[in-house]
Structures are given as C-alpha cells and as structure tokens.
C-alpha cells in the first residue's frame, strides 16, 4: 500500500525559499501523477502543483507560477516542490497525494486524488 511522507516545511520569511519533499514507500512511485496541494485555516484544499508519472507534463496554480518548481526522481520514490519568493499568503499545511490516473489528473490537479500524505506546515512570516 502506497504511503506518502512529507517533509521540508517551516518558518521562513517573505521572499525566502524553501524545499517540500514527498517520499512514498510501498509502491513504486512511477506509477502515479503526484499533486501538491494546500489548506490555509478556514480555507478550501487547493491545487498548488501536479507532476505527471514521468515528470514529463507539470501544472501550476496561477499563484504560484514562476516561483514554485515540481520535480520527481523516481529512482528515489521522491518528489520535490522548490519554492521560492515566498509570500505570506502562502501559509499553508502542504500535502503532497499520489493517483494512479495520470495525465488527466496532472492536468487538472484537483484535490480528488486517491492517496495523501500527512502534511507538512509551512508559514511565511517576518
């Protein structure tokens, strides 16, 4: 059974970077279109970023584009998200989720998908 792990989150300041890892065990990761998402308090889960299963197709939020970067080695059964020029609206518990649908779910990075992780907290604040 596919488990995800997150990690990389904390505090930083406005305009500081970070690097969310998304580590999976039980399964091969190849398999699955990875999606990172994110829930602000009081706010709906979003979509941030999805890779497709060979990293080849990516999608981002438009709050995110240009600042964010998804990556994935397979070999490591890891996947990346390196964010940069962090903003205070980006607080938010980060989840990383795996789903076996490919590109249809890389493409529109819903958070519907099939396995999740536990969420890694990150806050921006000065």
């Known amino acids: 059974q596919l488990q995800l792990v997150e990690s990389g989150g904390g505090l930083v300041q406005p305009g500081g970077s970070l690097r969310l890892s998304c580590a999976a065990s039980g399964a091969a990761l190849d398999k699955y279109a990875i999606g990172w998402f994110r829930q602000a308090p009081g706010k709906e889960r979003e979509g941030v970023s999805c890779?497709?299963?060979?990293?080849?197709?990516?999608h981002y939020a438009n709050s995110v584009k240009g600042r964010f970067v998804v990556s994935r080695d397979n070999a490591k059964n890891t996947v990346y998200l390196q964010m940069n020029s962090l903003k205070p609206e980006d607080t938010a518990t980060y989840y990383c989720a795996a789903d076996e649908r490919g590109i249809r779910a890389t493409i529109e990075c819903q958070p519907d998908f099939a396995s999740w992780g536990q969420g890694t907290q990150v806050t921006v604040s000065s």
């Open positions: 890779i497709s299963r060979g990293g080849g197709s990516t």
